[in-house]
């Protein structure tokens, strides 16, 4: 399953927080976040499937902005 979404996530250590907390909720083939993007983009290719809601909790719970990328 892939996801992608816009945040405003914006330095290397809050990238890697995101990722590791994502990691810890589901199982992660791949997960990027492009900080040259304007929108911050949030790439998630999981072999399971996961919900939208549950990738933007784990990001807002951060302190971070969140949504689908459409």
């Given amino acids: 399953m892939l996801g992608i979404f816009k945040t405003n996530i914006n330095t290397n250590q ?4 995101v990722i590791n907390a994502i990691s810890t909720q589901i199982q992660v083939k791949a997960c990027t976040i492009d ?3 304007c929108d911050k983009v949030l790439r998630i290719d999981s072999p399971m499937p996961f919900t939208t809601q549950s990738i933007i909790n784990v990001v807002t719970r951060l302190g971070f902005n969140c949504e689908i990328l459409k």
């Fill in 35 to 37: 900080l040259e993007d």
């Fill in 14 to 17: 809050d990238k890697n927080t």
